[in-house]
């Protein structure tokens, strides 16, 4: 029975498909002299436009100490973290939105920053949607100070956020074709002791931290 | 004419694949141009070139062509502005802006001006920031503001990153563009440049790389004619390799 559904199947295909060349051949008889003929294709549909977007860069994990020189340049402070229940999205301003992760449980990593008394510490991303950003998990975060308002916001993208899971740390790069897909770095799972012995040289090579982003 | 359809099947057979189905690439588009590698381009507020669209492009699907310029972000989001051509509604040329949060999902998409054709300036660039910390970036075409441009982040300038100046064809979904897809003519980009801080002022990058995201290697190149502009088009050497511009 299967077997006679996939030859008719295979054979449905096939009739198409020398339809369709049938087609081909009656139209290319058929044309005359002239310029050649350009396919034209309809215009996309609002559902059919493409994303553009940036170039795709390899997405590679850092594997030495001067590979961090430019997330440590954007960033005033690198913790380690918990972030164990979904962001808040609130309205800013008209037109705007922002996602607040809370990240618990916050202890400073690799000597970067100075981490606020509070345990607590708030993670402002614009944008009403960059749910893939921040999922509950562990977390070494390389972050930026808002203006001094207590607020934080990830230095770089995902560039400044590193899972860690089972003492080994992931990272992974934005997927502009397909954002629900992380794409993960090549040469993740570093144990966490050398991710942080990286990023200490990383910072005695930069000490310059980046200043608040105050305008 | 017996032969001459003989012919016209075996060719048919031998494009179909091309033309029904297409080679598949996850990426889904073919980008060529330039990618700034001046590090002094580094925290740029501001990005600028003057771009020539001379088409018409030959699209032998649904693909989509786009001339821009744009930057990742400090914070990791994306904008870009420029030419869009057969996008949504418009067969021809129209301007687009867009924008991505730093998780890399589109969080801004505007075109107008369906039939927009010639030399134009586009800039994008850094305007104010709120109290709550969010700062709006805006495009502008010949100095003039883009309606409904604006793009809110969390990145007053572009950080460690530099910003690209792109031909590029791409098409939704999982299908590749056409290989028979091309872009005759040659795309202008005179001088890539940048600005700092509040400065007004725009200087030129110092230095540029090949940018490509191409598999495999389509019938178009970039290269440079003279210090700082850049060229995109149909016709010239393809190497498919990296390089200095300049």
Partial sequence: ?215 | MLRRRVVTFLTAIALAPLLFAGPAYADSVRQIGAHSSDASDHYATGARSTITEPGPIQLYDAAQFFSWIGSVLSDGSFYQVGYGRHVAGCASNQWFAQGFDPAGNRTLVVQAQCGLTGTHVFSMEYRQTSPDGTSEWISYMDGSALPGSSFFARAQNIGSQTPYAVSELSIAGSTSPNLSDTMPGIRYYPALQVKLGTNPTYYNSLSATVQRQTAPCPPYNAFADGTNNIRAGSGYATTCQNGSLW
């Fill in chain 1, 1 to 215: 029975m299967i077997k006679l559904v996939k030859a008719r199947a295979g054979s449905i295909l096939s009739v198409t498909f020398l339809a369709l060349l049938t087609a081909s051949c009656t139209s290319s008889s058929t044309s005359t002299a002239g310029p050649p003929a350009v396919r034209r294709s309809p215009v996309p549909t609002s559902s059919q436009v493409a994303a553009a977007g940036p170039p795709v860069e390899p997405c590679v994990f850092p594997g030495s100490s001067s590979d961090f020189g430019g997330l440590l340049a954007d960033s005033s402070l690198v913790v380690r973290g918990t972030i164990d229940a979904a962001p808040d999205v609130r309205q800013t301003q008209a037109g705007a939105s922002s996602t607040e992760f809370r990240l618990q449980n916050v202890s400073q990593f690799a000597g970067q920053g100075s981490v606020p008394p509070s345990s607590t510490l708030l993670i402002d991303e614009s944008g009403g949607v960059p749910v893939p950003l921040l999922p509950p998990s562990d977390y070494v975060l390389f972050l930026a100070d808002v203006g001094g308002t207590g607020h934080y916001t990830v230095a770089d993208g995902m560039a400044g956020v590193f899972t860690v899971n089972s003492g080994k740390v992931d990272g992974s790069c934005p997927n502009y074709s397909d954002p629900q897909a992380r794409r993960e770095a090549v040469g993740s799972g570093v144990a966490l002791q050398a991710f942080e012995e990286l990023v200490r040289r990383g910072t005695r090579q930069a000490p310059g931290a980046k200043p608040s982003q105050a305008p």
